[in-house]
């Protein structure tokens, strides 16, 4: 920016903060900058000023009490989320985690055996399938007994997959499935003790009904308290004493 521009940036400065003081000070040239009229302005900023820190500090005090009902409900929700997913984890784990796959069509995870034939799949949990596996000379054949008590037989080529891959998968899906058997039922077992807890997080609302309190109590002094209509006044009366000096009342 050139010599000009810095002029004109400076200009229009100084004519914002002029017509600035003009308007926080009306009545004229001489009321808004002589110091003939400094301790009428400081007389009229004081109660502006008062009255401003009041509100300021009641605000200020309200938004406090406010939060704290929020940070209360929020807690109380957080804790409602928990208690209801931890139980509904119980009750359905999901398939979790990918542990291992053989080619395209079976997948083991945490809690379920996917399985893809004749490009349909089904997702069956791990403590309600088991598996076994034959060979013969040119494939492999994994059995699956699904929930259903129907098998499903998966064949698979030793040129693809060779038969100590298969058996390492069967073997796993195998001892996963006796696993989830225990793993359900000591989930099963921990239902009720989270159905309780959840109960409990729910009918828990001591913090929030003590923050909404607070905010009750907040309000209801600042209601009654004579510090924010008495600095009110006496901007008033400032603004008064003004007027009559200049003949304009300020804002």
Known sequence: MGTVGWVVVI???VAGAVVWLMLRYPGGWRYAFSTQYAENRRDLDAARGKLRGLRHEAG???ATARSGVE???RAHQDRVNQARAHLAWLRAPGRGVLRSSLGEHLRLYDHALEMTVDGRTVECPLHEVSIRDEYSRTAGHVYVVLPTGRQQMVIVSPEETPEAEVRKFVVAVFNAAADAKVSKAERQALVPQAEAELRD???DTAAQE????RLA???????????IPRAR???DAARDRWQQLTGRRPE
């Not at 003590?210 to 309190?213: G, Y």
């Not at 109590?217 to 209601?223: D, L, M, P």
Request: net charge positive; no cysteine.
């Open 71 to 73: 940070a209360a409900e």
């Open 60 to 62: 200020r005090e309200r």
């Open 11 to 13: 200009v229009l400065v």
């Open 201 to 203: 997080a729910i009918a």
């Open 210 to 213: 003590q923050a909404r309190r």
């Open 233 to 235: 006044q006496e901007l």
């Open 217 to 227: 109590e907040v309000e209801a002094r600042q209601k009654s308290d004579a510090r």
